[in-house]
């Protein structure tokens, strides 16, 4: 089944680019998510791209896929303090079934 | 945006008691509803999807009479933990499926506490 890893740590500087990578085994993927999660929250949808693109901007966040080496990356630029949480890359293949999670990345913010 | 809304949000119980929880999809159709369970620092793990009108598809290792599903509306996904058990203890968190392709919208998550 799908894999997707995601490294578990990160932390920069306010005002730094945070870049927040994730790889999957499926090469079938074609939908490509991210979560951010906020202690003792759910999970909020950031941003997705589809497989049949290389890059999705939205304000401050770039997504960019490279399909060939299946991996994912969510660029947040001037990163802030309420940027911490935890960012989970998520995948699935269609439309119909459910996501297939990373085990998530947490973004500590340092002022 | 469309919205998912969960209730209880926080739930303590005791054990060997049952506890349903509610997923509600707000301003949208949801034919499909999904349930996840989330551990303390681990990521998320699937439990079930949930279909409108059928019968729910349980993960493997998933106890389906553990953990009850009735999805009876398009709009209501059920979740009953029954003879809840400390280990159940957990964040359950539930997703619904808008017709928008690979939409997804999650509820903000229900946190079971058995003593």
């Known amino acids: 089944g799908e894999d997707v890893e995601q490294s578990l740590f990160l932390s920069v500087r306010e005002g730094d680019s945070s870049v927040i990578n994730c790889t999957y085994t499926?090469?079938?993927?074609?939908?490509l998510y991210w979560y951010k999660q906020e202690p003792g929250a759910g999970l909020q949808l950031l941003t997705y791209?589809?497989?049949?693109?290389d890059m999705k901007q939205d304000q401050r966040l770039t997504v960019l896929l490279n399909k060939k080496d299946k991996h994912l990356s969510l660029r947040i630029a001037d990163t802030q303090t309420g940027d911490s949480a935890i960012y989970f890359c998520?995948?699935?293949?269609?439309?119909?079934?459910?996501?297939?999670f990373g085990k998530g990345t947490r973004l500590s913010v340092i002022a | 945006g469309a919205v998912v809304s969960q209730h209880p949000s926080w739930v303590i119980c005791k054990s060997g008691t049952s506890v349903k929880i509610e997923c509600r999809s707000l301003?949208?159709?949801?034919?499909?509803m999904f349930w996840y369970r989330q551990f303390p620092k681990q990521s998320l793990m699937l439990m079930a999807t949930?279909?409108?009108?059928?019968?729910?598809?349980?993960e493997q290792g998933v106890e389906k009479d553990k953990f009850l599903i009735n999805h009876a509306s398009l709009t209501l996904s059920t979740l009953t933990v029954t003879s809840a058990h400390p280990e159940d203890s957990s964040f359950y968190i539930c997703?619904?499926?808008?017709?928008?392709?690979?939409?997804?919208?999650f509820g903000e998550g229900s946190r079971l506490t058995v003593l």
């Open positions: 499926d090469s079938s993927s074609t939908y």
């Open positions: 997703s619904a499926r808008r017709d928008t392709p690979g939409e997804l919208f």
């Open positions: 791209i589809f497989s049949n693109m």
């Open positions: 998520a995948v699935s293949n269609s439309g119909n079934t459910p996501l297939v």
């Open positions: 949930s279909n409108e009108g059928s019968k729910a598809t349980y």
């Open positions: 301003d949208f159709q949801a034919t499909t």
